[in-house]
């Protein structure tokens, strides 16, 4: 066995998805955000085709309303500051074991209680080995085809509020030792008003062994040349990479919001997109399709998760089989 995560297209049995639980967090959004976390578990679940979804409610309200809106989940209660289980739960590595990563609120933006053991507790809640990695590490900060090869950027993973006394070559050491990632593909910045400091996730996937997904500046795109660095560094390393359309400027109360088509969940049925009302919707979804020939690829709108910061793949985290 090796200690490699599987990627995210091989089979899961199952999902753990956070359900929004706190209302003071998500005031007048809470509703709309039930919602469409509730559509994307639905179609996660594909009727029974796709995986297990355990919805992960932080108080016996939400789980009740979580029960009601979504009948096909299994709905676990587990306390925690915020839904953002990419970043709190488990990382899953090639021998079932839980690699339970340390967490500080994204370099202490946004330090909330039940967040920093979330993932200890779920990996036993499932009869998992937990295996306590001493270091800072966010799911959303890497992306990993399989192989050994991961994707990170440099805002992220350099940050002093993270690791300080950890250089890039430390950090590449981590990564193996602990999750057998050998090869660091390092990208620079993340898109604009991310406050995780350029969660690669919303950035470049991989899609395949060595074959990286990454936006298209569209017109007036705050971040095209984040897109443009990246894509020079990914060739640069002889990885392929394939374009696909970015939403363009997306404003939220007059502010840049970091939305990305890459933020969709690869399901074992489905690969859900989030979408934002833009203009290159339709596109975008249509060009992550093309990638993924062999499911079901949705677009589902998700401006209510935004409010919070994140999209699908920010509050899942997969089950290998």
Known sequence: MTRTPPPEWAPHAAVWIGYPSHPE????????????VTAF??????????????????????????????PFAEVIVEPFGDIWL??????????????????NGWGGKYELDGDDDIGARLGRARGMTVVPCDWILEGGAIDGDGTGLVV?????????????????????????????LTRVL???????NDHTDGHVDNLARFVAPNRLALPRA???DPN???????????????????????????????????????NF??????????VYGTEYDDAGVAAIRALFPGREVVGLRADAILTGGGSFHCISQQIPA
């Open 25 to 36: 967090l998500w005031q007048e959004d809470l509703d709309e955000a039930r919602d469409e």
């Open 224 to 262: 095209w040349q984040v897109f443009q660095d990246a894509a020079i560094r990914a060739r640069a390393m002889g990885v392929e990479v394939v374009e696909v359309p970015s939403p363009g400027r997306v404003l939220r109360d007059e502010q840049v919001v970091p939305a990305s088509y890459m």
């Open 218 to 220: 569209e017109e007036n």
């Open 186 to 192: 390092w990208l620079g910045n993340g898109l604009l």
């Open 152 to 180: 990170t950027t440099e805002q992220c993973l350099l940050n002093p509020n993270r690791n300080p006394r950890l250089g890039k070559t430390q950090i590449e050491q981590r990564l193996a030792e602990d999750l057998g």
């Open 86 to 103: 990419r970043d709190t739960a488990p990382i899953l590595d090639g021998d079932g074991k839980a690699r339970d990563f340390g967490f």
């Open 265 to 274: 969940y690869i399901g074992n049925a489905a690969v859900v997109v989030p």
């Open 41 to 70: 578990a639905r179609a996660v679940h594909a009727d029974g085709r796709g995986e297990q979804v355990l919805l992960v409610a932080a108080d016996e309200e939400a789980a009740r309303d979580a029960r009601g809106r979504a």
